[in-house]
């Protein structure tokens, strides 16, 4: 029997439609704040269609196919993936579902086109206060490298490696047990190529890319010296995850508040302690005229990076030859050569 597709459009009323709601809002809830209550009314055709806007989709307020399966919602039964095709293990950032960020955006679209199979790694994203508090981030990024260790290690063949921000360190630590003498040495070869978005672990210098960002990535611990030629770092302009310098205290306020059960987002939270003179006390540092200069340069390079807050602009801004990063991404996987 031939299975319909399923789509959901406005007038219906139904369970499946809960089921949209429910994920709008928790997915986006600066623009999603349903009523999850089955009927798909004028106020779900609008965030469906907000919804559309933002991911690249036709806007037209039905979900159908592409729309369901961009939100990790698949009714329909999928079509049989080749099992030669690679897997692409896509880590999410702070805060995201494994069905958000750029890191997803690039394995579904390379799904679509029958390149890859998109596996997206399911752990708890989260530290500094959302949405568990009694969660570091430093013990997220451990039970994502658990996760992500136990998919590689349970599926056989070639595959890649993508994460954005907090999920790039999570992929970046993951590395390191690949290297010789480790737990998934072995998988090492299979390992086809790494992409990264803002992430915390960009090493100093040049990408393959062909830019040069200054600084590093912001936690000081970066991708491995044996994985550099196969990983693509996209950093924009202004990203201070990925873009640290050494004129700022930002590596040591990581290391001080990453093992912590933090009450505001960490940018905030380095501002906070900078206005209320406790950030050099964190650091243990004394209030000499370098550290004082370190601090106001601190100060200027979160401030401009709320204003701005090009980390979360990767799937939206141009900056990779005439391309956002994610386009750009999806772009180098599907015009490598056969096999590569």
């Known amino acids: 029997m031939l299975q319909m597709a399923v789509v959901l459009r406005p007038g219906d009323s139904n ?13 986006y809830p600066l623009y999603s704040n349903l009523v999850v209550d089955g009927i798909y009314g004028p ?3 609008g965030v469906v269609r907000e919804f559309q806007r933002r991911a690249g989709l036709v806007v037209d307020g039905v979900a159908g196919p592409q729309t369901l399966g961009r939100l990790g919602l698949d009714f329909d039964q999928p079509r049989p993936l080749p099992t030669s095709l690679p897997f692409f293990y896509c880590a999410s950032g702070t805060w995201q579902t494994p069905f958000m960020g750029p890191q997803f955006d690039v394995g579904w679209q390379l799904e679509q086109r029958g390149i890859v199979r998109n596996q997206p790694v399911g752990y708890p994203a989260s530290g500094f206060l959302y949405p568990n508090p009694f969660l570091s981030y430093n013990e997220s990024v451990a039970l994502g490298v658990a996760e992500l260790a136990r ?5 056989a063949g070639r595959f890649y490696l993508c994460g954005y921000s907090q999920g790039a ?14 737990p998934l040495a072995h998988r090492a070869d299979d390992l086809i190529a790494v992409i ?23 936690a000081g611990f970066y991708t491995p010296d044996q994985f550099r030629a196969r990983t693509y770092d996209f950093v924009l302009p202004g990203d201070m995850y990925a873009t640290t310098t050494d004129d700022t205290l930002l590596h040591l306020g990581y290391e001080a508040l990453t093992p912590l059960e933090l009450e505001l987002p960490f940018a ?36 401009d990076f709320l204003i701005r807050n090009p980390h979360v602009h990767y799937h939206d801004w141009v900056g990779f030859d ?16 056969a096999g590569v």
């Open 169 to 182: 360190e999570v992929v970046a630590r993951t590395l390191g047990l690949m290297l010789p003498g480790q």
């Open 196 to 218: 990264q978005f803002g992430s915390p672990c960009r090493p100093p210098g040049p990408t393959l890319l062909g830019d040069n960002p200054p600084g590093a990535g912001i």
């Open 268 to 303: 905030l939270e380095i501002l906070a302690l900078i206005q209320s003179n406790e950030f050099l006390d964190l650091l243990n540092l004394a209030n000499t005229p370098e550290t004082f200069a370190k601090v106001v340069q601190t100060a200027v390079v979160v401030g």
């Open 15 to 27: 369970d499946l439609v809960r089921l949209l709601q429910a994920r709008l809002n928790r997915d």
């Open 151 to 155: 998919l590689v290690l349970m599926n």
């Open 43 to 45: 106020a779900t055709t």
């Open 322 to 337: 005439g391309q956002t990063g994610v386009q750009r991404a999806v772009q180098i996987v599907a015009t490598a050569p």
